[in-house]
């Protein structure tokens, strides 16, 4: 299966691969195989209503080898559109997808990100990757990374952490720092690592580390995953989900149906 057999769906500017997850972990697995590496890019509405203000993170977006949406209400609009996607894909799940196709090869990851190192527990991305091991018998993990704050801003402690990853050699790196401070990372890593494929995940991370609780799949079924989000970390999420997130979902919504 070829990304060029999927001919995107456009939402607001950005092209959405109508893709579903398994057929993801497919065409990753494939190119692996091939020697083709390549990025996977995962815009919820949030990330869509950025891009939408800004160029640079709107071809970050349609420069991913494949952009899927992470998002119900991405899903909605496309359908209300003529055009609809298949399915939501997240990347929440996708990490775990992925980890488990690309255990079947005999492959590797390196997970950049998480949370630090606190009271006497290893950092988030180390904690992560242990699970994701003992998940899925047959995955190697390259190595973890939990990265200081800023770290991108600093020449020669960039330069060590990439020169770490490099060196791992994985077949895909799951890097989730948050947009659009991942996908920048991941241009600057694809320069050593041509051949491996990439995925910016966002708080999938402390998702599978344990430090952050998913919604139930009836939450991520219904498109009301934010609703639990919020309910988790209301003060560092309420001011983005209802005053500027829900607003510009509707409108989407609205142009859509128009259409």
Not at 18 to 34: D, K, L, Q
Not at 181 to 191: G, M, N, T
Request: charged share 25%.
């Amino acid at each position: 299966m070829s990304i060029e057999a999927f001919e995107r769906v456009r939402l607001d500017g950005t092209g959405f691969d109508p893709i579903t997850e398994g057929e993801v972990v497919a065409v990753v697995r494939e190119a692996i195989a091939a020697g083709r590496g390549g990025r996977i890019s995962t815009p919820n509405i949030d990330i869509l209503r950025q891009a939408r203000r800004d160029d640079g993170a709107r071809a970050y977006l349609n420069s991913a080898d494949l952009t899927v949406a992470d998002g119900m209400p991405l899903v909605w609009a496309s359908r209300l559109s003529g055009t609809p996607l298949p399915e939501r894909v997240a990347g929440s799940s996708l990490i775990r997808s992925l980890s488990a196709g690309l255990a079947r090869d005999g492959r590797s990851i390196f997970i950049l990100g998480g949370r630090p190192a606190a009271d006497g527990r290893r950092d988030g991305a180390a904690r992560a990757g242990e699970r994701l091991a003992a998940d899925h018998p047959g995955l190697t993990i390259a190595g973890t990374l939990c990265p200081p704050h800023g770290f991108e801003n600093h020449a020669k402690t960039y330069a060590r952490q990439r020169a770490t990853i490099a060196k791992s050699d994985p077949d895909l790196v799951f890097v989730g720092l948050g947009f659009p401070k991942q996908e920048a990372v991941i241009d600057r890593l694809r320069e050593v690592l041509p051949r491996a494929w990439f995925m910016g995940c966002g708080a999938a991370v402390n998702f599978v580390a344990g430090d952050v609780d998913r919604a139930p799949r009836w939450m991520q079924r219904t498109g009301l995953e934010w609703a639990h989000r919020l309910g988790t970390e209301p003060k560092r999420l309420a001011g983005r989900y209802l005053k500027h997130d829900a607003p510009y979902a509707l409108r989407l919504l609205a142009q859509a149906s128009r259409r």
